[in-house]
């Protein structure tokens, strides 16, 4: 399925591989054998209408850096046993005003449009818009709407949206040190409603993300080869509690993960390099279940394999 959208000054031509995955146990979600493999990385995981959406970057066949790194894909599934790969949906160097390499993405939906936050020259922030959640996406907003390094997205309950991420090689924020960061958002999803605040006062490598159960709210991040975990009653506390290791040492690639509900049921979204012939720069999308004793705290993710 092809799609055509005029954006400016330019048409974008975006393929849609189309095919789904079955049969198989759960890591990879992709598999090298199949018809239109791409490496997925970077995996921010979201539930739409009944059905999981994972936003993730691409690895290119042959990378060995991640200069390489230049658009991004989508995969979904149902039930978390047959996923469809949407292949590549967004090119964002089509836009006249993106350049330099692109690092993990996120999105978000809002009052009827689905938005996908995407850096490029690696922590300048742009987005698109769509009104479905795979696209074809809109370009609305051209130019970047903030600096941050690996952007995610969050709607709160209220409606109320943040965006996180961390401070490395920022200097705008005139806040030393490699921190959780967050803002709040306005209603047009590209403002930002106020100053960037600091959320930890341990630092942290990349790859934050954020989700909330049961009324708390969780942050996470790599620090060096692990994921570590913050606990906080507000989205933008000073400071969250750190509790400890979330999950350990991604194989083969630094990690970046996100959390999600699904049918009742917690999964852990990550990427490694030890599978599909890759390496630490052609790394495959996997999940995990989330346990959580009592108190909230989260028993440490032990990763899994396809046996089969």
């Known amino acids: 399925m092809i799609y055509k959208i005029r954006m400016s000054k330019i048409n974008v031509v975006l393929v849609l591989l189309m095919f789904s995955s079955t049969g198989k146990a759960q890591n990879p979600i992709l598999h090298k054998e199949d018809t239109g493999f791409i490496y997925a990385a970077d995996p921010a995981a979201e539930v739409y209408n009944d059905t999981v959406y994972v936003y993730c970057s691409r690895d290119v066949e042959g990378a060995t850096s991640y200069k390489t790194m230049q658009d991004y894909a989508i995969l979904s599934s149902p039930d978390m046993k047959t996923w469809t790969n949407h292949g590549v949906v967004l090119k964002p160097r089509g836009f006249d005003w993106s350049y330099g390499q692109m690092n993990a993405p996120d999105a978000a939906f809002k009052d009827g449009w689905y938005y996908y936050y995407f850096p490029f020259f690696r922590w300048k922030i742009g987005v698109v ?5 795979i696209g074809p996406w809109e370009e ?6 903030t600096e941050i390094f690996d952007p995610t997205v969050f709607v709160d309950d209220d409606g109320q949206v943040y965006m996180y991420g961390n401070d490395l090689k920022q200097v705008d924020l005139d806040i030393p040190g490699k921190h959780i960061m967050g803002v709040k958002l306005k209603d047009n999803m590209v403002e930002l409603d106020g100053s960037w605040i600091r959320l930890t006062e341990e630092t942290v490598s990349e790859a934050v993300h954020v989700f909330k159960r ?11 080869p692990v994921t570590k975990y913050w606990m906080a009653d507000t989205p933008l506390p000073q400071f969250a509690n750190y509790e400890g290791v979330l999950a350990p040492n991604s194989p083969d690639s630094p990690n970046h993960a996100s959390v999600i509900e699904f049918n009742g049921e917690w999964y852990f979204f990550y990427h490694r390099g ?3 012939d890759g390496s630490q720069h052609r790394r495959s999308a996997c999940f995990e279940k989330i346990s959580f004793r009592e108190d909230g705290t989260i028993e440490p993710i032990v990763y899994t394999l396809d046996k089969n």
């Open 214 to 224: 049961n009324g708390i709210y969780y942050f996470h991040a790599r620090v060096g």
């Open 129 to 133: 818009r769509s009104k479905t959640p």
């Open 140 to 145: 609305f907003h051209k130019q970047e709407i």
């Open 274 to 276: 030890d599978v599909n």
